[in-house]
């Protein structure tokens, strides 16, 4: 029996080594692609081209992991290999629409800044803080100091409880609306009386307000405030013109400026660099960021004021001045009743004295 058994067990191990033997030499001959394509799933060759494309190396390592049985390492890093170099130029040369859609602010902040000398029509006109520090010092980011700056413009008693400092530009609708309507009443009752002082300050904020700035001062410091307020009574005339600077030309020549210092004007870098210098200080000391902004006793409002809103303002700062003139009107007052009642004393002292002598 013992021998039955053992020739059976050698029959079958021979069988065995036979088929190992047989199957060996078949997967040999067998080219490389073949295996390759049996190692990769089914799943793999129903993938979109796009996926494959896209493939990650974390997804090539992940792919490597879970099929060690099935390919060679070595034939899974070349497969990998193949996919990223025909991925990475496409992803480098080529962006869809549908990534453009999906970039993020970063992204987006990075390719206008790329991009900066292409404004859209809108834009033309507009000029940011850096492009206004440039056209000053011709180096962006840094503004030239000029060693006398423009002198201070204003009206009213130097000396008055309240002072205001109105920053606009010659561009601004509003500022318009304020030097026309609003602040006539407050020249005619608080600046004529000594109550309100008033100073301008130029704060241009496009390429044409700084033009029409520069024509404010064509004449100095004794015409400007006659051109400021000529400019914003005319403003919609000429700021809607097809060409405005032909028609603030239009403006300079019926106005004492000839078309030779006109164009000067337009050329003048001192002028320019005081302009937009008091610009700067102004937005560094008081944080402006519109047109106008008015600063009443050292209060910022950043908008226009309507006369009623300007009177509510100040009426209350207004009232200790008023209170002591009112006290140094009834002194005053006192001061003369008691002057009259003596002068009429003294002469009933004299008629006595005169009827009594005779």
Not at 97 to 107: C, F, N, W, Y
Request: glycine letters at 4%.
């Amino acid at each position: 029996m013992r021998l039955v058994f053992r020739s059976l067990i050698l029959l079958i191990l021979m069988m065995a080594y036979g088929q190992a033997d047989k199957a060996a030499p078949e997967q040999a001959n067998k080219p490389m692609s073949e295996q390759a394509d049996k190692s990769v799933p089914q799943q793999a060759d129903k993938a979109a081209p796009k996926q494959v494309d896209k493939v990650t190396p974390g997804e090539v390592v992940k792919t490597a992991s879970e099929q060690p049985d099935k390919a060679a390492p070595r034939e899974v890093i070349k497969v990998a290999s193949e996919q990223l170099d025909k991925a990475a130029p496409k992803e480098a040369s080529t962006t869809s629409p549908k990534q453009v859609d999906k970039a993020t602010p970063g992204e987006v902040v990075k390719t206008a800044s790329e991009q900066p000398d292409k404004p859209t029509p809108k834009e033309a006109n507009k000029v940011t803080p850096k492009q206004i520090n440039k056209a000053a010092s011709g180096k962006e980011g840094k503004v030239k100091l000029v060693s006398k700056p423009l002198p201070e413009m204003g009206m009213g008693n130097p000396k008055a409880p309240i002072t205001i400092i109105n920053y606009s530009s010659l561009t601004c609708g509003h500022c318009a609306q304020f030097h026309t309507a609003v602040l006539p009443k407050i020249e005619e009752k608080y600046i004529k009386p000594g109550l309100v002082r008033i100073i301008f300050r130029d704060f241009p904020g496009d390429q044409i307000s700084i033009n029409a700035h520069r024509l404010a001062w064509s004449k100095g410091e004794i015409k400007y405030l006659d051109f400021v307020k000529l400019l914003y009574s005319t403003q919609e005339k000429w700021l809607s013109a097809s060409d405005p600077i032909a028609a603030l030309k239009s403006i300079a020549l019926q106005n004492g400026i000839t078309a030779k210092q006109f164009e000067a004007c337009l050329k003048d870098q001192e002028l320019l660099d005081k302009i937009i210098q008091l610009r700067i200080e102004g937005q560094k000391k008081y944080n402006i960021t519109a047109t106008p902004t008015i600063i009443i006793n050292a209060k910022i409002f950043p908008r226009a004021l309507t006369f009623d809103e300007f009177e509510d303002i100040i009426k209350p700062l207004l009232a200790p001045s008023l209170e002591k003139d009112e006290q140094k009107v009834k002194g005053k007052e006192e001061k003369i009743e008691k002057k009259d009642v003596e002068k009429v004393s003294e002469e009933k002292k004299e008629e006595k004295e005169k009827k009594g002598n005779s």
